[in-house]
């Protein structure tokens, strides 16, 4: 099961604009993180936010957390042509006991054009 | 410090056969997590292993099985393989466990004809 979905599926955008994804969750969360996937440097972590905070910064990057509507969102401004990867949301799910996995949304596909 | 590394990095074997994938982490980490990545399916967690011992898994069958040696290498062996186990099949690494940051290695992409 996907525990986070991210939205869009797909964004394409001009080098130097913004860009922001979304990615919704089901259950409670210790914290939520975000990760790149290109076919040049595989699936690299980004950030991680707990579910105490509210809003976290690493560089061109800003990630929101709401845990009252089980949302997070990632922005990137004055994008570049490298940021093209998939990026995906990932967070913590117990199977109601002491089992616990990270669980991967389906991603966003993000071109940036030159 | 070097990263995640893994063997091999492609693999095709046959219907019914077994294969053993090898990660490597960082140095230092004594956390290994395995994930199978296919487009239909997406990211899905195998299973964790910490010093040695399998801590958290995920709903695969029991053809995937894995273990963790003292050094904190790790392999995943797959048996009796189906044509969906084709996939990418990515290790990470971490120094806390499986539920903070995750250094992921380059994968094993596997097809099965």
């Known amino acids: 099961s996907q525990q986070g979905e991210e939205d869009p599926q797909a964004l394409s955008i001009q080098e130097g604009e913004n860009a922001t994804m979304n990615c919704s969750y089901k259950?409670?969360?210790?914290?939520l993180q975000w990760y790149r996937q290109n076919s040049g440097r595989g699936l690299v972590h980004l950030i991680l936010?707990?579910?105490?905070?509210r809003e976290k910064h690493s560089g061109r990057l800003r990630v929101t957390l709401d845990t009252s509507k089980k949302s997070s969102s990632l922005l990137i401004t004055a994008s570049r042509a490298a940021d093209t990867a998939s990026y995906f949301c990932?967070?913590?799910?117990?199977?109601?006991?002491?089992?616990?996995?990270?669980?991967f949304g389906k991603g966003t596909l993000l071109t940036v054009n030159p | 410090k070097a990263g995640v590394t893994q063997t091999p990095r492609y693999l095709i074997k046959t219907r019914g056969q077994q294969v053993t994938l090898s990660c490597s982490p960082i140095?230092?980490?004594?956390?290994v997590s395995w994930y199978q990545q296919t487009p239909g399916q997406g990211l899905q967690f195998l299973f964790e292993?910490?010093?040695?011992?399998?801590?958290n898994k995920g709903n695969f069958p029991g053809r995937f099985s894995g273990r963790q040696f003292s050094n904190s290498r790790s392999e995943m062996n797959v048996s009796t393989l189906e044509l969906g186990d084709s996939a990418l099949y990515l290790c990470?690494?971490?120094?806390?466990?499986?539920?903070?940051?995750?250094?992921f290695g380059p994968g094993t992409r596997l097809t099965v004809t």
């Open positions: 990470a690494s971490s120094v806390g466990g499986s539920l903070g940051e995750q250094y």
């Open positions: 140095s230092g980490h004594r956390s």
């Open positions: 990932a967070t913590d799910e117990s199977d109601g006991g002491s089992n616990y996995k990270l669980t």
């Open positions: 292993y910490f010093s040695e011992t399998q801590r």
């Open positions: 936010i707990r579910s105490n905070e």
């Open positions: 259950t409670s969360i210790n914290n």
